[in-house]
T-cell receptor, first 110, second 115 residues
Framework: EDQVTQSPEALRLQEGESSSLNCSYT??????LFWYRQDPGKGPEFLFT???AGEEKEKERLKATLTKKESFLHITAPKPEDSATYLC???????????FGTGTRLQVFP | DAGVIQSPRHEVTEMGQEVTLRCKPI?????LFWYRQTMMRGLELLIY????????DSGMPEDRFSAKMPNASFSTLKIQPSEPRDSAVYFC?????????????FGEGSRLTVL
């Protein structure tokens, strides 16, 4: 069964304190791995797509990496506005459906 | 450009009542997804359509749930009869089939509370 597990469930950081979020996955035939950001009361917002092991994508203070078993979302020198829930999702085989993890709730304090 | 539009944003109803949630996808998008989000289970796919045709409804919990897409600019998710365990936030998302179908554009969700 295709599965996505994210850790930690919650993370509190001081502004400027870099850290990483983990997404472990098991999927038959990975078609793509996706990171989303979700603010309270809003729908998820797309951040990155990763297709193959070794691939990296960057956007401002965020960098996503991918191996054959997991993905990391690195946050460098975070700011309070980076506070959100970060969701990881995988797409497998010949389907368009995304399977989401339960997310990491990030809080960045000034 | 308008994003995905969902209505109502909030719905409070009593057990046994019929609930209809509505979604207007982004113009030009031909794939539409209905997800349900709860604290315990996170985001779960209920059903998705390509070109108005249901492709995968394996996530629909039971016969009480039904979804339709009568045209490219409108979809409904209906729950009849509703139960307290259906309380959740229901999201609609759209994308362009044939493109990066993992890049979904979500609406702001419909928060359903069944008493």
């Amino acid at each position: 069964e295709d599965q996505v597990t994210q850790s930690p469930e919650a993370l509190r950081l001081q502004e400027g304190e870099s850290s990483s979020l983990n997404c472990s996955y098991t999927v038959s035939g990975l078609r793509g791995l996706f990171w989303y950001r979700q603010d309270p009361g809003k729908g998820p917002e797309f951040l990155f797509t990763l297709y193959s092991a070794g691939e990296e994508k960057e956007k401002e203070r965020l960098k996503a990496t991918l191996t054959k078993k997991e993905s990391f979302l690195h946050i460098t020198a975070p700011k309070p506005e980076d506070s959100a829930t970060y969701l990881c999702a995988v797409q497998a085989g010949n389907t368009d459906k995304l399977i989401f993890g339960t997310g990491t709730r990030l809080q960045v304090f000034p | 450009d308008a994003g995905v539009i969902q209505s109502p944003r909030h719905e409070v109803t009593e057990m046994g009542q019929e609930v209809t949630l509505r979604c207007k996808p982004i113009s030009g998008h031909n794939s539409l997804f209905w997800y349900r989000q709860t604290m315990m289970r996170g985001l779960e796919l209920l059903i998705y359509f390509n070109n108005n045709v249901p492709i995968d409804d394996s996530g629909m919990p039971e016969d009480r749930f039904s979804a339709k897409m009568p045209n490219a600019s409108f979809s409904t998710l209906k729950i009849q009869p509703s139960e307290p365990r259906d309380s959740a936030v229901y999201f609609c998302a759209s994308t362009l089939a044939g493109g990066n179908t993992g890049e979904l554009f979500f609406g702001e969700g419909s928060r359903l509370t069944v008493l």
